[in-house]
Each structure stands twice: as C-alpha cells, then as structure tokens.
C-alpha cells in the first residue's frame, strides 16, 4: 500500500511538473529559460567546486573543470554524477547540508525542464498554440486575416506600441488566420519574432471556428480586435459572418472592434449593407464596423505632412486667402482620384477657387466615368483635364504657362517615374527662378527613413508609416472625430453610418486650417471660449466652413436640389421617417438642399421654414447658423478631446 501511494504521488508530482513546465512556457518564456539557465549553472559551479576539492595546482584546477562540464554535461542525459561527488574527499560541505542538497538537485530538475521546453518548441508549437489561445494571459487578442507584407508591419506595431516598447507587449495576443494556399511554415516564423499565433483554416474549421478557440463571446475580460486584411472579395462575407457570430453570442460592443479593409467604393458599399437594417435608418450590429482604404489612408497622410492652408502663395488676411488654390494630379488611376477629392476637401478658402488640372495619358476613357460618380464637383472646383505624356514637351510648355502653382501630386505608373517626373518638375522651376510648389511622390512600398525630406518635395505611399497602431487601430486618429459627434450627434459613433462617420473626421481634420486662419495655435485656443471674437472674422470662417461641407458633400457623390424640388419631395413622400430631412436631403440617391453659395442658403432657409410651418413644427430651422455654431465651438472642441470618456 505504501508503494501505491507513493507511486500516485510520483506521478502526480511528474504531471505537475510536466504541465507546469508547459504553463510557463506559453505565459513567461523567456523567464522560466532564464532561470532554469541560472540553475544549471550553479549546478556546475558546484561539481566543479566539488572536485577542485580533491586537490591543488593548476592541473587539479583544469581536471576539475573539465569534470565539472561533463558532469553537466550529463544533467541533460537524466543522469547524475551525485554518487562520483560524493566519494570525493572534502566534500562534506555538499553531503551534509540538506540545504545545498536540494538545491543541487533542483539544478538538475532545471536541466530537466529545459530539456521539456526544447521538446516542447521543436514538436509542440500548435499545442502551445491552442494553449495560449484559450488560457493565455493576454488581455487584448488581435485577429488578422492576412498574411501580406503590411499585416505582419500592422501586426508588429500592434505588440509593440508602434515601437514605443522594445519587447512585444505581453498583454496582447497576435492571431493570423491564413488562406489555405499560404506558406504556413514561412509565416511562423515570421510571426514568431513577436509571439504571434498562425491558424490555417479548411473544410471543416472556418474563421469562426478560430473565433471560439479565443474565447471570444465567452469571456468578458478581454478586448477583442478582427481585422480582415486580405485582398479578395471574400471581405464583405467574413464581416457578415463574423457579424451574426458576435450578436448570437452576445458580444459586449464595447469589448469588440471589426476592422474590414477595401478595395473599392464596391466593396465599400457591401460591408455598409451588413451593417444596416432593412428601414436603412438603424444600425443592425450593435458594433463598430471600421471601412478602411488604403488609399485614403495615404492621401490623408500626404495632406497631413503638407495641408493646403501651409502654401506660401496663399497669403491669408482676415481668414481669406489672396488668390486661387491650384493643383496638378499627374496620373488619374486610384491615387490621383483620392487625391484629388481630399484636396478639393481641404482647400476651401474664402477668396480663393480651387483649380486643378489632371494629366493621364487614358484621361478619355476615365473623365466621363470620374465625373458621373461625382456630379457636383464643379459647385467647388474648376476642373481641367489633359491627355498627353508628362515626360513630353507639351507637358513643361503647359507647365510654364500656370501661373501661382500651389499644390503638385505626381501618381503614375511607378515610383521610378514619380521620382524622375518630381526631379525634371523641380529642375524646370529652378531654371525659371520660380517659387517651388508643394510635389508629393506617390512611392508604393516605400521604406520609413529618417532622412529629413525637401521642405517642398516629399514622398508620401510609405507602408511602415500607414500600418500603425495610432494610425488604423487606436482612437487617436478619430478621437477629434468623435468629439464633434459626441456634442452635436444624438446617436453613438458605432451607430453611426460610414458617411456620418466620414462627415464627422471630415470636419475634425479641417480644424488646423481653421487655427491658421484665426492666427491661433491650439494651445491658445483651448483658453478661449470662442475661436475669435472679431465678428467679421467669425463670418468668414463660417463662409469657409460651409464651403469645405459643400466640398465633402461633393466628394461624396451628393448634388444639389432646386427648392421646387424639395417642395415636391416634401408633398410626395410617404415613408415612415421625417418627411422635412427626407425633403432636403437624401442619402440613397445622393441629394442635397444645401449645396449652395453661403449667399443662397438665406432662401434655402425660408423655404425651409415653410416646410416647418406645413408639418407642424414652430419654423427656425437657419442653415447659416450650423456653421457658424461650429466655429464658434471650436475652442470646445479641443478642450472636450483631452478627456478619456467618449
């Protein structure tokens, strides 16, 4: 009986040290290594010592080290020379204190544990896997489907705080979810640099059943963040997919974040449709749906590095530029597109009418498609397109003949034509003794360089500097954003639509042009309770402001009604919503009142009125003043960003 009994406790013993090594291998690696290592090397310290006592000189010193690494040398063979120690004399130092006695032995156990943990790398990485998935410590899981070059930049940024710490942060958990045709083995190893966790689905386990492996919907703790990556059209799917999994488990919204990058305004589209109920008017998830373009990603952060309002030709006074705001888009694929709709939304200045010239040598096959997915662009820019080579004469003959050129975007076919195109732009400037305007090169792929850039030739496209955390994953970007929709919505950011959304980052990203027309900087305009108290300035800014809403409205697809139509769309309407917004504005068809002059909107205000009267309502609606209370609430603005709560 006793045998028994002290066989079961053995074996519990062994089980729990097996586990244990296992618990430590997937929660602090790098800890129980270096501790076993420490071990192992008092373990030799002490044969060593142990023999050194057998003699004296230099060649007892040289035997008793070579006897010390075989000895522990063996303590990753499961032997032990104890018994060779022992017999030598002068070691009573080892043999009677019990003390030292378990401590040597614990040396060997480490050497034990090492020898699991090597075991344990080599053939059971997906058991270890699976283990961190379900049990691991981590409080916020980051689930990537993708494998590109800038899931792994996004990923690595993710774990390290965009480089902020050293080590990944062991407080989140990295998971790839991979296509079947990838190469699983190459991607490891990738992901293994910062504990990054690879799962292949197949047949039988979907992107859901990696979903569950997480624990996602059955626990609270955690914060979970999906990011669908992957350039198919698989997208929309996943999202919907993953939608309806997170609702039937009764996902905490405020705990999940859904991340879906796209292609095109089809995709774009699609992903929107998930969200929205039949009615169109509510959210159907109560989640966040983030709809990222890479594209926009880099033109807001090309108009970052240099907004409109810095060209030196401008010459604001009084919150009114001097002259006209012009722009040159060379090449109109994707980029020049982005591009050209970001700049028109962020170089609206009293004063000042946008002109941009766009160069494609395919413009007659892209204009007519351009300008029927976007009729309104002509109420806030004067258009031009040409059809000829940038590397002909006739392009530097056009060139010499713009006068006060502000603003250059080089977008063709490669980054070596970009550089040579900016180069050949800048030379032609030199020899005409011409201000340099503002060129952005598009470089795709481009590496992040702490080279300083030219003051007015700069690149813009860089991978390294997109794929943040601070740039897709963290609320630094929208935090502004959600400020405005916070004091001015009745709905919360997640419920809103993707064009409110848009509306609400538009107007937060317009706000530096705003401190540079009032002379402010945001430090001084935190301590004031209005952003300026000369009237006639305050009028301007609102003028400049309804001028950049036009320009976003125009950005996104929306044209004008006349009042007549706005009457007949206020008598006809039969729907269950509010017969007044469905009248002045309408966002399936891209319809809006207000996309008028400043001067127009006092008569869009009285025939509004009118409206008002009709449905029973008491008549104050006046569209000036939205634009006006805006500017009036910057300061507000700024001061309610700091706070944590939004």
């Known amino acids: 009986m006793p045998i028994i009994i002290n066989l079961s406790l053995t074996l519990i013993l062994c089980i729990f040290f097996i586990f244990g090594v296992f618990y430590f291998m997937t929660r602090c690696k790098r800890i129980m290594l270096g501790v076993c290592f420490v071990f192992v090397a008092a373990g030799f310290s002490i044969y060593t010592a142990g023999y050194l006592s057998s003699g004296k000189g230099f060649t007892y010193i040289l035997f008793a080290l070579l006897r010390g690494i075989f000895s522990t040398a063996s303590m990753f063979s499961l032997n032990d020379n104890y018994e060779k120690l022992a017999n030598v004399q002068g070691i009573q130092w080892l043999t009677e204190n019990i003390y030292l006695q378990i401590f040597f032995w614990f040396c060997h156990i480490s050497a034990l544990a090492l020898i699991q943990a090597a075991l344990i790398s080599?053939?059971?990485?997906?058991?270890?896997?699976?283990?961190?998935?379900?049990?691991?410590?981590?409080?916020?899981?980051?689930i990537i489907k993708g494998s590109d070059k800038n899931a792994f930049i996004?990923?690595?940024?993710?774990?390290?705080?965009?480089?902020?710490?050293?080590?990944?942060?062991?407080?989140?958990?990295?998971?790839?979810?991979?296509?079947?045709?990838?190469?699983?083995?190459?991607?490891?190893?990738?992901?293994?640099?910062?504990?990054?966790?690879?799962?292949?689905?197949?047949?039988?386990?979907?992107?859901?059943?990696?979903?569950?492996?997480?624990?996602?919907?059955?626990?609270?703790?955690?914060?979970?963040?999906?990011?669908?990556m992957q350039r198919n059209e698989s997208a929309p799917d996943d999202a919907y997919h993953i939608a309806e999994f997170v609702k039937r488990k009764n996902v905490n919204s405020e705990k999940l974040d859904i991340f879906v990058f796209i292609q095109s305004e089809w995709d774009r589209e699609q992903v929107e449709k998930i969200t929205q109920a039949k009615d169109g008017n509510q959210r159907k998830y109560p989640y966040t749906f983030h709809i990222v373009s890479e594209v926009d990603l880099m033109i807001r952060q090309m108009i970052e590095k240099r907004p409109p309002f810095e060209c030196p030709g401008l010459n604001f006074s009084g919150g009114a530029a001097a002259r006209n705001f012009t722009v040159m888009i060379l090449g109109f694929g994707t980029v020049g597109q982005s591009a050209l709709l970001r700049l028109m939304m962020n170089g609206q200045f009293v004063g000042s009418r946008m002109r941009a010239i766009i160069i494609d040598r395919n413009i007659d096959n892209l204009r007519d498609c351009f300008l029927h997915r976007y009729p309104g662009l002509g109420l806030c820019c004067d258009i031009e397109f040409k059809n000829f080579d940038v590397q002909n004469k006739e392009f530097f003959t056009l060139l010499n003949e713009i006068q006060n050129m502000d603003y250059i975007v080089i977008a063709l076919c490669g980054n070596k034509i970009n550089k040579q195109t900016a180069l050949n732009i800048k030379l032609n400037y030199e020899?005409?003794?011409?201000?340099?305007?503002?060129?952005?090169?598009?470089?795709?792929?481009?590496?992040?360089?702490?080279?300083?850039?030219?003051?007015?030739?700069?690149?813009?496209?860089?991978?390294?500097?997109?794929?943040?955390?601070?740039?897709?994953?963290?609320?630094?970007?929208?935090?502004?954003?959600?400020?405005?929709?916070?004091?001015?919505?009745?709905?919360?950011?997640?419920?809103?639509?993707?064009?409110?959304?848009?509306?609400?980052?538009?107007?937060?990203?317009?706000?530096?042009?705003?401190?540079?027309?009032?002379?402010?900087?945001?430090?001084?305009?935190?301590?004031?309770?209005?952003?300026?108290?000369?009237?006639?300035?305050?009028?301007?800014?609102?003028?400049?402001?309804?001028?950049?809403?036009?320009?976003?409205?125009?950005?996104?697809?929306?044209?004008?009604?006349?009042?007549?139509?706005?009457?007949?769309?206020?008598?006809?309407?039969?729907?269950?919503?509010?017969?007044?917004?469905?009248?002045?504005?309408?966002?399936?068809?891209r319809l809006q009142v207000c996309l008028?002059?400043?001067?127009?909107?006092?008569?869009?205000?009285?025939?509004?009125?009118?409206?008002?009267?009709?449905?029973?309502?008491?008549?104050?609606?006046?569209?000036?003043?939205?634009?006006?209370?805006?500017?009036?609430?910057?300061?507000?603005?700024?001061?309610?960003?700091?706070?944590?709560?939004?």
């Open 431 to 589: 020899r005409k003794n011409n201000a340099l305007p503002f060129i952005a090169v598009s470089e795709e792929n481009g590496s992040s360089r702490e080279v300083k850039q030219d003051e007015n030739i700069f690149t813009f496209g860089c991978r390294e500097e997109i794929y943040k955390e601070s740039i897709i994953i963290s609320e630094k970007t929208d935090r502004m954003a959600k400020t405005i929709n916070k004091m001015y919505g009745r709905q919360r950011w997640h419920e809103l639509d993707w064009f409110l959304q848009e509306s609400n980052r538009a107007a937060a990203d317009f706000i530096p042009a705003m401190l540079k027309l009032a002379k402010l900087d945001e430090k001084e305009a935190v301590k004031k309770n209005t952003l300026t108290d000369d009237n006639s300035l305050a009028e301007i800014l609102a003028q400049t402001e309804h001028l950049r809403w036009n320009a976003f409205h125009a950005a996104m697809g929306y044209c004008p009604i006349s009042i007549e139509e706005m009457n007949r769309r206020f008598k006809e309407y039969n729907g269950n919503g509010n017969s007044l917004d469905f009248a002045r504005r309408d966002s399936k068809a």
């Open 154 to 228: 996004l990923a690595e940024n993710i774990v390290t705080h965009d480089a902020e710490y050293k080590h990944p942060d062991k407080n989140r958990l990295i998971v790839f979810i991979l296509e079947e045709d990838d190469d699983e083995e190459k991607i490891n190893e990738k992901a293994s640099r910062f504990g990054g966790i690879v799962q292949v689905p197949d047949r039988n386990h979907d992107i859901l059943y990696y979903l569950k492996k997480t624990r996602l919907g059955k626990t609270k703790k955690k914060k979970y963040t999906i990011i669908l």
């Open 122 to 142: 080599f053939f059971g990485r997906k058991l270890i896997d699976n283990f961190r998935l379900r049990f691991g410590s981590h409080n916020e899981v980051y």
């Open 596 to 646: 008028v002059s400043w001067d127009e909107l006092d008569k869009i205000s009285e025939a509004y009125r009118e409206l008002e009267c009709s449905a029973g309502l008491k008549p104050e609606r006046d569209f000036k003043l939205s634009d006006r209370d805006i500017i009036k609430n910057i300061p507000l603005f700024l001061k309610e960003r700091s706070k944590k709560s939004l």
